[in-house]
Structures are given as structure tokens and as C-alpha cells.
């Protein structure tokens, strides 16, 4: 239960890229002004390779900044997504690699060549850009909470793979209650990935397209002036200059 005397009140602010983008529209100023806010150097040629791209046509696929695949996972995404026929952007972390002096340890010749043919891997991309992208169909994601919300307000949906901590509680409501993805649970079997990279980019994917509008609309409405979380944000910001008048 909520300590009321240590937290007395709790601001619901998200999402917090959104508030950004709303905010600097009121200025001269632009995304373009700001800084990278990745702690990972990103790899930008993904967006040159996405922009040669058909329009929903690919599938992005990351699982964030901590989890670490066994080989034998990584294998099964591997053929999952080569054998989906469908093109793909992959952010495949350096220490996720099998590599052997530099060069891919093991990997099988049809997963080496399908990637050539379909596929581009990349060790991190600018998320943002890549999701707000045209040439994106889906996102393959450990459902994470920025994640999430981030695939949300740029109306693109999910196929759920969560790992640890909040990332089972957001796939369930992904699929079972906000109806804007698909959630893999616990299972890494590539005709599963297969099977559900084909579902999310054509079998459903009319039907999740309507809910992911509605949840956009709903999101970045909230960041706009007037906006539950717009006015939420100003109410934490004057409650800290509150706290400061009164130290």
C-alpha cells in the first residue's frame, strides 16, 4: 500500500516523448534541437535502409537494453523471422552475437542469406524514428513500458515477448484488454514467431489497427493542452516549485 506520507500524491505524466514533441510545438524550437536521450550510440543507417522500403511492410524488432538472449532463443527469432517471408529490422545487441573474430559464429547459411535478402541488423536505432517510420508494420518487443508507449502513440502494433518484471502485466494487456498486439507469453519456438509475424502484418491485422488509431488518438491527446497528462505535468512541476518556496 502507498506510503501517503512519503508519497502523498502520484502524477500520471506519460507518455513522456509525447509531452516533449506537444510542448516544442508551442516554441521555435524542434526535435531536431535536442540531444539523443539513448545511453547507446545509435545506428541511423537503419532509416536509409527503411526508407527503401515498401510502405508496412516491415517488421521492427527489439527486446530493450538489458535482456540477453540464450543462443538457442536467438536461433529460434532468427528462423522465425527469416521464415515469415516478411522483411525485418532488428536491433541485435553486440553481446547477443555468437561471433568469432568478428565474424557470425555458427549461424546457419539460410539465416545469413534470408537476413541479406530481407532483413537489416543493426546494434541499436533511434526507436522513436524507426516506429513513427511508414515502412513499419509491427514491433516485435519485450513489452517494456517506454516500449510500449512508444509503439502505442505511433499506432503500430505488437507481438509481446516479455521477459521480467512489468513486462508480463503490459504483453497481457496488450493483447487481452487494450487489443493491440499479439503476446507470445513464455514460448520462443520459431514456427510460433513465424506464425505470429504473418498474423500481426496481414491475418489481424485490420481488426488490431483499429484499436492501435483509437489508442493513439487517446495518447496524444492527453499531451496536449488541456489533456489529463498535460495538466497532470503542470501540476507536479508547480507542486515542486511549491516544495522549494517552502524549504
Not at 526508407?51 to 522465425?80: C, H, N, T
Not at 488518438?217 to 505535468?233: E, H, I, Q
Request: net charge neutral.
Amino acid at each position: 500500500m502507498r506510503n501517503k506520507s512519503k508519497c502523498p500524491k502520484i502524477y500520471t505524466i506519460g507518455p513522456l516523448h509525447e509531452h516533449l514533441k506537444a510542448r516544442l510545438a508551442d516554441t521555435n524550437r524542434t526535435l531536431s534541437d535536442r540531444s539523443s536521450n539513448s545511453f547507446r550510440e545509435v545506428d541511423r543507417s537503419c532509416i536509409s535502409w527503411l526508407d527503401k522500403q515498401p510502405k508496412g511492410s516491415v517488421v521492427y524488432v527489439s527486446f530493450g537494453s538489458i535482456a540477453v538472449l540464450p543462443r538457442e532463443k536467438l536461433m529460434e527469432f532468427w528462423f522465425g523471422l527469416v521464415n515469415s517471408g516478411k522483411r525485418f529490422l532488428w536491433v541485435l545487441r553486440p553481446e547477443n552475437v555468437p561471433r568469432n573474430d568478428g565474424e557470425c559464429d555458427g549461424v546457419p547459411t539460410e539465416l545469413v542469406e534470408g537476413t541479406k535478402e530481407r532483413g537489416y541488423i543493426v546494434d541499436w536505432a533511434p526507436q522513436e524514428d524507426v516506429l513513427s517510420h511508414e515502412a513499419i508494420s509491427g514491433f516485435l518487443t519485450h513489452s517494456g513500458w517506454n516500449s510500449t508507449l512508444e509503439s502505442v502513440t505511433a499506432r503500430v502494433p505488437m507481438i509481446c515477448w516479455p521477459c521480467f518484471g512489468d513486462q508480463q502485466l503490459n504483453s497481457r494487456f496488450v493483447e487481452e484488454v487494450w487489443k493491440l498486439g499479439l503476446d507470445m507469453k513464455d514460448v520462443c519456438d520459431r514456427r510460433v514467431v513465424e506464425q505470429m509475424v504473418n498474423d500481426l502484418m496481414v491475418e489481424k491485422r485490420e481488426e488490431i489497427l483499429k484499436s492501435a488509431a483509437e489508442f493513439a488518438k487517446l495518447a496524444k491527446g492527453s499531451v496536449n493542452v488541456g489533456g489529463s497528462s498535460y495538466c497532470n505535468l503542470d501540476c507536479l512541476i508547480e507542486d515542486i516549485r511549491m516544495m522549494n518556496k517552502n524549504c
